[in-house]
C-alpha cells in the first residue's frame, strides 16, 4: 500500500462523478517515482502526491499540490516529468467561485517533495455539466499532459462553448507563450496570450 485513500463522493457539486485513479511518472535520469491523484485526506477534494526515492519500497508522507484556500475541490489530475526532471502536474479546480472548473498547473523541481505556485490555464471557467444533458455526469474522466521542446502540451475537457469539447493549451516558450484552442465538429479555433494567461 502507497497510501490509504480517503474516496471521493460518487457524484461531485454539479452532478459529475470523479475518478480516484492515480497517475503515476518516473524521473527522466534517477528512476525516482511519483504519484498523484484527488483525495478528501485533508477534508474535501484536493490534489496530493506522493514520491519513491527506492523503486517503490517506501513512500513519502502525502503533499498538497494545490495551494488555494481548503473547500474548494480539485478533480482529475495529471502528472507528468520533463526532460530536464521537473514535474508538472494539471487538475480541474474550482477556486475561481466553487462551482465552476478551470485548469490549473502545478510543477516541482524537487521530485514533489514540494510544489510552486499554482497557475491558472484557463481563459474562463466552464460549467462542467451541460444543462442539455445532464443525464450523464461525465467531463472527460481524463486529461492529459506531455512535455517536450522546452513546452507543455496540456490536453483537457472544456464546456465554455456550450460543447464538452477538447482543447489544448501550450505552456512555455518565450516569456510564458499561452496557445489555448479547441476543436467543436468540423471547427478548430486557436488564440493566443503572452504572459500570465
Do not use: C
Amino acid at each position: 500500500t502507497v497510501v490509504p485513500m480517503s474516496p471521493l463522493p460518487a457524484l461531485l457539486p454539479g452532478g459529475f462523478r470523479a475518478l480516484n485513479a492515480p497517475v503515476a511518472a518516473a524521473h527522466p535520469t534517477t528512476g525516482d517515482l511519483l504519484v498523484v491523484w484527488n483525495d478528501q485526506l485533508l477534508g474535501d477534494p484536493d490534489i496530493l502526491a506522493v514520491r519513491s526515492t527506492d523503486g517503490g519500497d517506501t513512500w513519502s508522507t502525502p503533499v498538497r499540490v494545490n495551494d488555494d484556500a481548503p473547500g474548494q475541490g480539485q478533480y482529475f489530475p495529471w502528472l507528468v516529468f520533463d526532460a530536464a526532471g521537473t514535474a508538472h502536474a494539471i487538475w480541474y479546480d474550482r477556486r475561481q467561485n466553487g462551482s465552476d472548473l478551470d485548469v490549473y498547473l502545478a510543477s516541482s523541481s524537487y521530485g514533489g517533495a514540494s510544489w510552486g505556485t499554482n497557475v491558472r490555464i484557463t481563459a474562463q471557467s466552464f460549467t462542467p455539466v451541460l444543462p442539455a444533458d445532464t443525464s450523464v455526469p461525465f467531463i472527460g474522466d481524463y486529461n492529459a499532459l506531455a512535455a517536450g521542446g522546452g513546452k507543455l502540451y496540456t490536453f483537457f475537457q472544456d464546456a465554455r462553448e456550450g460543447n464538452q469539447d477538447v482543447y489544448v493549451a501550450v505552456v512555455g516558450g518565450p516569456e510564458g507563450f499561452f496557445t489555448d484552442g479547441f476543436e467543436s465538429g468540423d471547427t478548430t479555433s486557436w488564440t493566443s496570450t503572452v504572459g500570465d494567461p
